[in-house]
């Protein structure tokens, strides 16, 4: 009786931990959908990112809000604009992928493509600028192609500026691991419980943990993944060209910027370690080194393209300074990068004949389009 008795309290006890476990999940998960309800605003910046039913790329969705940032109702980061657009009007578009879209800046305002825009309405009062921030997370030269073709080139941009490498880096990287044998995480598959807030946050945030541990144990060990970045960098290439020759179809202007990045040559190798290990996130096969070596040849390309198809070029990477004053993380600017690389864009184009003629002609026939 006495056993008996001994067995059914720890049933009992094994339910009961049980049952205040699953109530205090459903209570954080209950917890996170409401604030979503009462604030308005997404839980995490991917909850106002979707997929495109006809291209199935990443998308914005039309009016989400994740804390400052703001989507309009045409689903781009941003004030609203015209559609169609004022014949008066010059529009800046920009294609890229989180460093354009820019998850980390304060608020909207605080952006580097907004900064631009604003730089050339100040410095041009006589002349009416909008601007499409047309770049979305994890968008490569491919997806900014398809976006391009079906979402920006019906809003007739008059300057399309285009700043990519890091994603099609990445993307390029991981395909060859792949081909290698090298699987990514196991939580990196989807599965019925990426439906519950918190689970996608857990799973996130261990897989934080455990590719950083592997990128720990890379630099420990001196294990490299070994590639050549001028062999990887053939597809960007023509995904470059490509990307920028339909451009220039759609808009009188182009413009293609080389790369910023916290990770610098001169810096010390714990500190290279340190300034990559968000890239762990998404390559936890590959060294700081390797990393260096693949921005340094993807702009590289960036360069080479510019002077082939004819494009103004922006260069001045690195007057961005890699540290934490000016970088989130690796590659994502917080405000004061977005200030000096609206800088870097700005004087650029303050600086490029090619822009300082249009905008004459512009003026002299404010309601006169070019044709594209």
């Known amino acids: ?29 209950g917890f996170l ?23 199935c790329i990443a998308v914005p969705i039309p009016n989400a809000v994740f804390r400052n940032v703001k989507i309009n109702s045409l689903g781009f980061r941003g004030p609203e604009f015209a559609n169609p657009k004022p014949a008066s009007v010059i529009r800046l578009a920009f294609l890229g992928g989180s460093t354009t879209f820019c998850s980390e800046a304060s608020n909207d305002d605080a952006t580097w493509p907004y900064l631009v825009w604003k730089k050339l309405q100040e410095e041009n009062p006589n002349l009416k600028f909008d601007y499409v921030n047309a770049g979305v997370l994890g968008h ?20 399309i500026i285009i700043y990519h490498s890091t994603n099609d880096l990445l ?12 699987s990514d995480s196991q939580l990196s598959k989807k599965s019925i419980l990426d439906y519950f807030l918190l689970w996608r946050n857990f799973k996130k945030t261990t897989k934080l943990f455990i590719n950083k541990r592997k990128s720990y144990e890379l630099y420990r060990n001196k294990v490299e993944f070994g590639y050549d970045p001028e062999k990887l960098s053939v597809n960007f290439r023509n995904r470059l060209q490509t990307l920028i020759e339909e451009s220039q179809k759609t808009a009188s202007i182009v413009v293609v910027i080389t790369q910023s ?35 340094e040849e993807y702009n ?32 994502h600017f917080n405000d004061q990068g977005n200030i000096l690389m609206a800088k870097r864009v700005s004087d650029a184009l303050a600086g490029s004949p090619v822009i300082g003629n249009y905008l004459k002609s512009r003026v002299m026939a404010p309601s006169t389009a070019l044709l594209h």
Do not use: C, W
């Open 300 to 331: 590289k390309i960036i360069r080479e393209m510019a002077q082939k198809t004819g494009v103004i070029l922006v260069e001045k990477e690195f007057d961005i300074p890699g540290n934490d004053t000016y970088f989130a993380d690796t590659i």
């Open 261 to 295: 990045y916290k990770l610098r040559r001169e810096q010390p190798d714990e500190e290279q370690f340190r300034n990559m290990l968000l890239m762990s996130y998404y390559l936890p096969f590959i060294t700081h080194t390797e990393l260096l070596e693949g921005y």
């Open 171 to 182: 993307s390029d990287l991981r395909e060859l691991a792949r081909k290698r044998g090298i």
């Open 1 to 29: 009786m006495n056993y008996l008795s001994h067995r059914k309290k720890i049933v009992l006890t094994f339910i009961f931990v049980l049952f205040s476990i699953t109530t205090l999940i459903i209570m954080a998960e």
């Open 140 to 159: 490569t030269t491919k997806d900014s192609l398809v976006m391009l073709k079906h979402k920006v080139k019906q809003l007739n941009p008059d300057i």
């Open 33 to 55: 959908r409401l604030k979503r309800l009462i604030t308005g605003k997404e839980p995490t910046v991917d909850d106002i990112i979707t997929l495109a039913p006809k291209t």
